[in-house]
C-alpha cells in the first residue's frame, strides 16, 4: 500500500502560478503511475494531468500548455506546477497512485483562483 499526502493549495489571483506537491511513503513509489485529480464545487471529478512510472505525461484539455506534472522517484514525489491560473481552476486537488487494479488517494488540498 502507499500513503499520499498532498500539500501547496492556497488562494491566487487569477494569471498567477502555484505549485502542488505529493508525497508518498508505504510502497514502492516507483512502480506506480501518479497522478493528480480535481473536483470543482457541484462538478464530478476530473483528470488533469497524469505520469507513468517511465515518466510518460498525459493531460486534460483545459490544462494543456498550462500546467506540467512531474516526479522525483528518490524523494518519492509528484508535483504539479500550475500556471496562468484562471477561476474555473479552482477546485480540490487530489493525488493518485495506480497500479493494476489498486488505486490510492490523498486526502486532498484546496486550489482556490479569485478573478
Known amino acids: 500500500q502507499v500513503r499520499l499526502v498532498e500539500s501547496g493549495g492556497g488562494l491566487v489571483q487569477a494569471g498567477g502560478s502555484l505549485r502542488l506537491s505529493c508525497a508518498a511513503s508505504g510502497s514502492i513509489f516507483s512502480t506506480y503511475a501518479m497522478g493528480w485529480y480535481r473536483q470543482g464545487p457541484g462538478k464530478q471529478r476530473e483528470l488533469v494531468a497524469t505520469?507513468?512510472?517511465?515518466?510518460?505525461?498525459n493531460y486534460g484539455f483545459s490544462v494543456k500548455g498550462r500546467f506540467t506534472i512531474s516526479r522525483d522517484n528518490a524523494k518519492n514525489t509528484v508535483s504539479l506546477q500550475m500556471g496562468n491560473l484562471k477561476p474555473e481552476d479552482t477546485a480540490v486537488y487530489y493525488c493518485?497512485?495506480?497500479?493494476?487494479?489498486?488505486?490510492?488517494w490523498g486526502q486532498g488540498t484546496q486550489v482556490t483562483v479569485s478573478s
Open positions: 505520469i507513468t512510472r517511465g515518466g510518460s505525461t
Open positions: 493518485n497512485a495506480a497500479l493494476g487494479p489498486y488505486n490510492c
